[in-house]
């Protein structure tokens, strides 16, 4: 499976991003998507992920009803909807697809994609 994730970028306090992760290679070994993020000197943290069929969904805490992952199907394609941006929100934000687990850790998931920059200022 391979995962190249986009829409990265600067965003304003309370503005919006869209990040975008197409899926491709043999996704029928994937259990589920999500998104994880990190900044540096941290550890990557969960922030959303949906089962392969889309639902359910799951949510960090920080970022319900903020943030919201949708899926297209025939579009191979996995988003991370931004709204209410705040400045604890910059970071590299990952895409990643699971083989097995629970979607809320990082150790479900087997493939990765690489990192986009998200830098929210004041």
């Known amino acids: 499976v391979q995962l190249q994730a986009s829409g990265g970028g600067l965003g304003q306090a309370g503005g919006s991003l869209r990040l975008s992760c197409t899926v491709s290679g043999r996704t029928s070994d994937a259990t589920g998507l999500g998104w994880f993020r990190q900044t540096p000197g941290t550890e ?21 009803g903020r943030f919201t992952i ?26 990643a697809a699971a ?12 493939w990765w994609g690489q990192g986009t920059q998200v830098t929210v200022s004041s």
Not at 44 to 64: H, L, N
Not at 72 to 92: C, G, H, I, Q, R
Not at 99 to 110: E, H, P, R
């Open 44 to 64: 990557r943290e969960f922030v959303a992920a949906t089962s392969w069929s889309g639902i359910p969904t799951y949510y960090e805490d920080s970022v319900k």
């Open 70 to 95: 949708s899926r297209d199907s025939a579009k191979s394609t996995v988003y991370l909807e931004m709204n209410n941006l705040k400045p604890e929100d910059t970071a590299v934000y990952y895409c």
């Open 99 to 110: 083989s097995s687990g629970s979607l809320i850790y990082a150790w479900a998931y087997t």
